[in-house]
T-cell receptor
Framework: DQQVKQNSPSLSVQEGRISILNCDYT??????FLWYKKYPAEGPTFLIS?????DKNEDGRFTVFLNKSAKHLSLHIVPSQPGDSAVYFCAASLTNTGNQFYFGTGTSLTVIP | KAGVTQTPRYLIKTRGQQVTLSCSPISGHRSVSWYQQTPGQGLQFLFE???????NKGNFPGRFSGRQFSNSRSEMNVSTLELGDSALYLCASSLRHYLNTEAFFGQGTRLTVV
């Protein structure tokens, strides 16, 4: 049973515009969320995380929003750059149960120059 | 600081054989987790080791096992390989076991079972 879902397999955005990647989860006990970026033939690279006590976390061009009532999080990339083209995974975990992350199936982002 | 190192990068094995994959975590990291990635399935958690003890286990059959050594290096073993075991196996290291902490991934081992 997929507890973390990314319903959009792919997304195309013009360079300079905003990219919004979405993620939904079903387990209300999740309290830590992360986004990873993955290029072909490489392992996932950590991007940004957010704890459930916050609703927003920002790091440069990347902002993650968390809506606990809707069990939804999103990653905003502003402005989008061609180098951002990659597969993005969201992940969730429960504090104090170790580093067991539940991953979504990924969204392939293409930033068009 | 060196990242997470996984060896080998590629493996081809025959159905029924067994395989051992290796992972060296980031220096100072004591938690090592393993994930399986197959097309359309995302990353599926296999298990986590911390201080040489398995702390968490995902929903995989007993053919999948692992261990961690005193220097935090970890190995995972898959016995009696099946065609469906063909996947990218990723290792991730984390500084801590408890509390919110990000995991850093290696490049993975691509296993093909023929």
């Amino acid at each position: 049973d997929q507890q973390v879902k990314q319903n959009s397999p792919s997304l195309s955005v013009q360079e300079g515009r905003i990219s919004i990647l979405n993620c939904d989860y079903t387990n209300s006990m999740f309290d830590y969320f992360l986004w990873y970026k993955k290029y072909p033939a490489e392992g996932p690279t950590f991007l940004i995380s957010i704890s459930s006590i916050k609703d927003k976390n920002e790091d440069g061009r990347f902002t993650v929003f968390l809506n606990k009532s809707a069990k939804h999080l999103s990653l905003h990339i502003v402005p989008s750059q061609p180098g951002d083209s990659a597969v993005y995974f969201c992940a969730a975990s429960l504090t104090n149960t170790g580093n067991q992350f539940y991953f979504g199936t990924g969204t392939s982002l293409t930033v068009i120059p | 600081k060196a990242g997470v190192t996984q060896t080998p990068r590629y493996l081809i094995k025959t159905r029924g054989q067994q395989v051992t994959l290796s992972c060296s975590p980031i220096s100072g990291h004591r938690s090592v987790s393993w994930y399986q990635q197959t097309p359309g399935q995302g990353l599926q958690f296999l298990f986590e080791y911390f201080s040489e003890t398995q702390r968490n286990k995902g929903n995989f059959p007993g053919r999948f096992s692992g261990r961690q050594f005193s220097n935090s290096r970890s190995e995972m073993n898959v016995s009696t390989l099946e065609l469906g075991d063909s996947a990218l196996y990723l290792c991730a290291s984390s500084l801590r076991h408890y509390l919110n902490t990000e995991a850093f991934f290696g490049q993975g081992t691509r296993l093909t079972v023929v």
